[in-house]
Structures are given as structure tokens and as C-alpha cells.
């Protein structure tokens, strides 16, 4: 029996190729596809994008940072220059101490500094007390007068009672 010769196995062939072709057709096509590749594409750009934008502005704070540093130094420099002329040329004790206590204490004062800073207290949201017998602003008592005890009524009051009339 010849394969060739059979009309079902050329309708099969047909098919097949049929199914084949479609799908090829139909994947080239396809619209969907084509937009989830757009989007991928978008999304690939719009992160390489993301990232140069991150490291830029990281370049500029870095660059940032160091002018500041850099002027920082640069007005250092000139104020020491300014301290030391005006040390050198001034005649008046008086301006050179007043120089010396504007220029703030030297770096190495600062790094052989052998006590602590002093700790410092958050503001107080009420007036304490001055004296022990007077109450705080928080205090319930605050303001108010003490209460006066029940004095004895005077001679001159006399109690009235009402009388029954007939």
C-alpha cells in the first residue's frame, strides 16, 4: 500500500502544513505580542534612563560636597591670613584678643579637649516652682487660693427662726 496514493494522508499533509503556516502567521501578527514587547522595551529604556539619572545626581551631590569642602578651606585660609596680619600689624592688645576669640578655638584645642561636653536640657513646657511651698505651673493646685476654714459666726449675728402665725 502506497502512502502517497492515499487521499487521507494528503489531506493530512495539507493540514498539518495548514496548522503550521497559521501559526507562524498568527505569531507574527499577533498584536498582543507585539505591544508586550513594546512595553518591554519602554520599561528596559525607562530603567537604563532611571539608573544614568541616579548616577548623575550622585555625581553632583559628590561634586557638590567637595566645592563646599573647598571653599570651606579656602575661607579657613583666608581668615588665617587675615588673624595673622592682623596680629603682626595691630599695635592694640585689645583687637588682637578680640581677633583670637573671633578665629574660635584651634583644631588641636579641640582634639585635646579633656572634658565632656556639658549636657544640655530640653525647654521646659512649665515654670518650676521657685520655693518648695509654692506649686508648680503643672501642678492641679496651681492658682488656686487655699479654701478658709468655717469661722464662728460674729456675736452680732443672731439666728432668726420664723414664727407660726395664728
Known sequence: MDLLSND???WLVITLLGFGIGFLF???NNSDLKRQNQLSKELQTAHTEMAEYKEQVNLHFADTAAAVNQLTDSYRNVHEQLA???QSLCDD???????????????SAIEHQAEPAPTIRPPMD?????????????????GLKPKQEATA??????PVTPTAKT
Open 84 to 86: 595673622k596680619g592682623a
Open 26 to 28: 498568527g505569531r507574527t
Open 8 to 10: 487521507w494522508f494528503f
Open 153 to 158: 459666726p460674729s456675736a452680732y449675728d443672731i
Open 93 to 107: 592688645p585689645d583687637t588682637v584678643s578680640s581677633l583670637e576669640t573671633i578665629a574660635g578655638p584651634k583644631e
Open 126 to 142: 512649665y515654670a518650676p516652682s521657685s520655693s518648695t511651698k509654692e506649686h508648680g505651673t503643672l501642678d492641679e493646685r496651681y
